[in-house]
């Protein structure tokens, strides 16, 4: 598929659209918090929970009856228009771009509240072609309402051939603000034998050679979703956009949710999904970077201003690629500081 040209790339797809970002815009996001809005006692506790999260996402596509998809996108219009989200973003989940709610769901959100949306989700994609249809069917609806920010798109990673096109849907458009692994549709479209919706399985597993003394054998539990969210980060860090966890399905066990999300944490991702208000708390813990660790990031920085060079730090030898790597820390430390005044103490700014 050929590529638009540099020149042509940040061009506004419709007479009258904003022009396109050149650099995402700097924001915490460590959990997208997902609300069904056509539940009216769900909607009730929006407000509060704008101050508890970072990005607030209004749900229209999985696990909204199909007789609920109307009071779903009427709901989170209403939603919008009620509050005043502040720093916490505003995203949407639409329907796949195969269904009869999605071109719908985009013309009565962007009439409405398209002023103050930040992101639309889109679900199930398959390639840049799917990028495209939504970029320029966003840039048409922005010019139609004057509206004066870009929406940015984040795509879903849940199926085979989303996965074989990720890097090609992660350049696909200046609009991508990042990615987000689906695991439940995408262990279907693999036609792997799981139900269970992230997370490992106990069936997943290596175990040691048999011992000479006949005794039992050591077995570790491996990670089904390794592979994938990796390939996954990769792109994203290639092409300067956000990866993210998906959704973590049983609510029950906050351990492993808190493993899984810390494993794609330290495997480079931004944030994860939040179902239920009990993983809200596990995200923020573990998308916010430890304080000791800020502290002896803090310490690689003051020691090496410049970053270039090698420091002995605790008798650990301390060079330029070390010196990025607590950059990384030390910046997100920074973001969280500036949302958060309880982390902001612990970490001295």
């Given amino acids: 598929m050929t590529a638009k040209t540099p020149r042509q790339f940040f061009r506004p797809l419709a007479i009258g659209a904003p022009e396109p970002y050149r650099e995402l815009p700097l924001r915490l996001e460590r959990m997208i918090h997902f609300v069904p809005p056509h539940l009216e006692k769900v909607r009730a506790k929006v407000g509060e929970l704008a101050g508890q999260v970072d990005i607030l996402l209004g749900n229209l596509e999985d696990a909204i009856p199909v007789e609920a998809k109307q009071a779903a996108r009427d709901g989170f219009i209403a939603m919008g228009k009620a509050l005043d989200f502040g720093e916490t973003g505003l995203w949407v989940r639409v329907n796949a771009l195969n269904s009869p709610w999605f071109l719908d769901d985009i013309g009565a959100i962007m009439a409405e509240i398209g002023g103050k949306l930040d992101v639309v989700m889109v679900p199930k994609v398959e390639g840049p072609w799917d990028i495209h249809y939504v970029d320029q069917l966003l840039a048409q609806f922005e010019a139609r309402?004057?509206?004066?920010?870009?929406?940015?798109?984040?795509?879903?990673?849940?199926?085979?051939?989303?996965?074989?096109?990720?890097?090609?849907?992660?350049?696909?458009?200046?609009?991508?603000?990042?990615?987000?692994?689906?695991?439940?549709?995408?262990?279907?479209?693999?036609?792997?034998?799981?139900?269970?919706?992230?997370?490992?399985?106990?069936?997943?597993?290596?175990?040691?050679?048999?011992?000479?003394?006949?005794?039992?054998?050591?077995?570790?539990?491996?990670?089904?979703?390794?592979?994938?969210?990796?390939?996954?980060?990769?792109?994203?860090?290639?092409?300067?956009?956000?990866?993210?966890?998906?959704?973590?399905?049983?609510?029950?066990?906050?351990?492993?949710?808190?493993?899984?999300?810390?494993?794609?944490?330290?495997?480079?991702?931004?944030?994860?999904?939040?179902?239920?208000?009990?993983?809200?708390?596990?995200?923020?813990?573990?998308?916010?970077?430890?304080?000791?660790?800020?502290a002896f990031a803090r310490r690689i920085l003051e020691a090496m201003p410049d970053g270039s060079g090698a420091v002995m730090i605790d008798g650990k030898m301390q060079d330029d690629a070390t010196w990025k790597q607590a950059k990384v820390i030390v910046d997100l430390a920074r973001q969280v500081a500036a949302r958060d005044p309880d982390l902001a103490k612990h970490y001295g700014m």
């Fill in 145 to 294: 309402h004057a509206l004066r920010k870009p929406i940015l798109i984040h795509a879903i990673l849940e199926t085979a051939e989303g996965v074989k096109n990720v890097e090609t849907i992660a350049t696909a458009s200046p609009r991508m603000h990042g990615m987000s692994l689906g695991p439940a549709d995408l262990a279907a479209s693999r036609a792997m034998k799981t139900t269970r919706v992230g997370g490992g399985h106990p069936e997943y597993k290596v175990i040691a050679d048999p011992s000479p003394d006949g005794g039992p054998r050591a077995v570790a539990q491996q990670d089904l979703w390794h592979y994938t969210l990796a390939k996954m980060v990769d792109a994203c860090a290639a092409a300067g956009i956000k990866p993210f966890y998906g959704p973590f399905g049983d609510f029950a066990d906050a351990p492993a949710c808190e493993a899984q999300f810390r494993n794609a944490f330290l495997l480079g991702c931004a944030g994860a999904w939040t179902l239920h208000p009990s993983q809200i708390a596990i995200a923020k813990r573990v998308f916010s970077p430890d304080p000791a660790e800020v």
